[in-house]
Each structure stands twice: as C-alpha cells, then as structure tokens.
C-alpha cells in the first residue's frame, strides 16, 4: 500500500499533497490523521520547511519499525529554491538531525518551492519573520545565505513558487 502524508502550516505543501495524489491516485493524509504508519510500503512525506525542521516528519517518520521492503520519499516544501547547493544541504543536515539513522538512510529526499503570504501567518510567526528579517538587514551581504535573501527579498509580501511540474521526479519514483 502506498501513502501520501503531508505536514502544512499555511496550504502551500497541502496543494503539492494534494496535485501529487491527484496525479497518482494515490491517498493524501494530513500527518496528525496516520494511525499506523507501517501498514504502507511505499511512504511519500511532503513537509513545510519551518525553523530547520520538516513540520511533523519526525513525530510521524520516526514511527516506522519495520524497514524492509518499504520505499521513503521526503519531499520539503520552502522559500529558498531548490536549485541552490547550499540550500539543500542545510535542509539535508537538518533533516538528518530530525530522524533516525534507518530512516534517513533508506529515505530519498526531494525539494520544492512553496511560497508565503504574510498577511495569513500567526502572530508567533510574524514576530519570528520580524526578527530574523531586522536580524538579516544588518548582516553582510556576503555572509547571506540563499535562504537568508529570499527572506529579505520576500518579508511582508505574498509570493507564490509553488512548481506542480517539480514533482514529476517524485512522480517518476513512485512508479
């Protein structure tokens, strides 16, 4: 059996979830809603990027006891573009701090661009956004990361990178 677990704060990875099931017949479950994860073989896990962490993979990845046979695939959902070497990598090591060592190591890992609207985030994470930009426009440009300019390129606005043609490599190994 084959499932589609998804963790989204504010939409954008529900849309990814929701495109990629529409294109592969496949379930769509918000994280909080799996009872057993190991009753499914192939694990599809989209998350939102949020402070370093992949919203509710560990809670829901971590539950996985039985590694044989099964096929994981975790797909993050953020602002910084993907295509950015450094910006993967980060999100890699923070993935690999978030789960075991079994799973990262059996797990492949994909990575899509979301978007945010600023005007729909909570008041904690417009605080945080606020801090890290006040914190981001005084710092060197040089020292930036990619993610750090697309924050500062983006603070206040509503943009919107969200790519369905990007997960035809998930698509592709799925099947």
Known sequence: MKIIIYGSQYGTTRQ???????????????????KDINQYDTIIYLGALYAGSV????????????FNNKKIIIATVGLADPNDKQNTDNIRDGIKRQLSEEVYNCASIHFLRGGIDYNLLNLKHKTMMA??????KGSKEEKKTAEEKVILETYGKKVDYIDFNALNPIIDEIQ
Do not use: P
């Open 55 to 66: 919203m509710g993979m560990k809670k829901t990845l971590n539950k996985i006891s039985n």
């Open 131 to 136: 801090f890290v930009h006040r914190r981001l």
């Open 16 to 34: 990814y979830a929701q495109e990629l099931s529409k294109r592969t017949g496949i379930e769509a479950e918000e994280y909080s809603d799996i």
